[in-house]
Nanobody
Framework: QVQLVESGGGSVQADGSLTLSCTPS?????????IGWFRQAPGKEREGVAV????????VYADSVKGRFTISKDNAQNTLYLRMNNLKPDDTAMYYC??????????????????WGQGTQVTVSS
C-alpha cells in the first residue's frame, strides 16, 4: 500500500507557473516503484502527464507537456514535485499523484496505476 498526499494546486493566468507536491507513504529512496502525475479535465479521459522511477532521476513526459513541465523528487524530504511553466487553459484539470509497483519500463505512462491521491485542482485562465 502507498498513500499519496498532493498539494499545490490553484488558479493562475495563462503563461503562469505552479508547482504541485506529492508525499508518498513509502519512501522513494529505499523502494523501487513508479510515481507521477495524471490529470483529468471535465468530460475528458484521464491522461498521464509525467512519471518517474524512484531509483532514477529522469522523468517520462506526455508530449503535451514536454518542455513546459518538469517532474522531480527530493529524497531527503520524500516529496515528488511537478513544476508547471507556461501554463495554458488546456492544462486546466484535476491533477492526481499516482504510484504503481512495477519494474523499470520504457512505457510507464501506459501502466494501470494502483495507488492514487485525492487530487488537486489546477485552473488556468486565458
Amino acid at each position: 500500500q502507498v498513500q499519496l498526499v498532493e498539494s499545490g494546486g490553484g488558479s493562475v493566468q495563462a503563461d503562469g507557473s505552479l508547482t504541485l507536491s506529492c508525499t508518498p507513504s513509502r519512501h522513494m529512496e529505499s523502494a523501487a516503484y513508479w510515481i507521477g502525475w495524471f490529470r483529468q479535465a471535465p468530460g475528458k479521459e484521464r491522461e498521464g502527464v509525467a512519471v518517474i522511477y524512484t531509483q532514477k532521476s529522469i522523468g517520462v513526459y506526455a508530449d503535451s507537456v514536454k518542455g513546459r513541465f518538469t517532474i522531480s523528487k527530493d529524497n531527503a524530504q520524500n516529496t515528488l514535485y511537478l513544476r508547471m511553466n507556461n501554463l495554458k487553459p488546456d492544462d486546466t484539470a484535476m491533477y492526481y499523484c499516482a504510484a504503481i509497483d512495477y519494474p523499470y519500463t520504457t512505457h510507464p505512462l501506459d501502466l494501470q496505476y494502483t495507488y492514487w491521491g485525492q487530487g488537486t485542482q489546477v485552473t488556468v485562465s486565458s
